[in-house]
């Protein structure tokens, strides 16, 4: 059903509470999973944060402008939400006309989910899917590994028309917060353990446990190598 938003005004306030809520609750959930894959494989981190001495040194703070230039991190925010989506299970559509879908007769009315989690565990999608591997998001142009879901491998925010209206203003947020935190402080977990990965349940995915962590100002190293 077609809905005139110019004269909706009711429209207006909803759409802007679905911004403003979509961003908050995709980006504390996702920067708490990416936090974790980070701790949990040190040598990622190492290179995340030389690629930010590297790109924006420790003279002044990142800031969005920066963000194009540290794919590095961009492919570690991928990567945490093709693991552990925000929404794993997509909002549900409803079929408007009879229709025939994977040799199933559909009938109006229907209720369809998109598991966008199992899309992303896809071994036939991709390789070694269990494996936190950022550098399977740094070939550029790939419709398979963009926001936009369009390869219909990728789907944090859905797809085409029906896509999250938030999801930039979402990106935007945890792209920068992500890099700031990162390039503020060194992270270890208390005794050096290893983060605990288990699942919440809800229509979005927190951990079971929350993230615990130990934070130390960084002391500048001797130099850092630019790969």
Not at 26 to 52: F, G
Not at 120 to 149: A, N, V
Request: glycine letters at 6%; a negative charge; one cysteine or more.
């Amino acid at each position: 059903k077609a809905i005139d938003l110019l004269t909706t005004n009711l429209h207006c306030p909803e759409l802007f509470q679905v911004l403003v809520v979509t961003r908050t609750e995709a980006t504390a959930i996702t920067l708490e999973w990416a936090l974790s894959l980070l701790l949990n494989n040190p040598h990622i981190l190492k290179k995340a944060q030389d690629e930010l001495d590297c790109h924006v040194g420790k003279d002044r703070q990142v800031d969005e402008s920066d963000i194009n230039n540290l794919p590095y991190l961009q492919a570690i925010v991928k990567e945490s939400m093709r693991l552990y989506p925000a929404t794993p299970l997509l909002l549900p559509h409803e079929s408007m006309e009879p229709i025939q879908l994977g040799g199933f007769d559909v009938p109006v009315g229907s209720t369809f989910f998109v598991n966008a989690w199992k899309i992303h565990h896809d071994p036939t999608l991709w390789t070694d899917p269990e494996e936190f591997k950022p550098e399977r998001f740094l070939s550029s142009g790939s419709e398979m590994t963009s926001f936009g879901g369009q390869g219909f491998a990728f789907l944090p925010f859905g797809s085409g028309r029906r896509i999250c209206i938030g999801w930039w203003m979402a990106m935007q947020v945890l792209h920068l917060t992500l890099t700031r935190l990162l390039q503020s402080f060194e992270w270890f977990t208390p005794m050096n353990e290893p983060v605990d990965m288990t699942e919440g349940h809800g229509l979005a995915l927190p951990k079971a446990t929350p993230l615990r962590v130990l934070l130390r100002s960084p002391s500048p190293p001797l130099f850092v190598t630019c790969f």
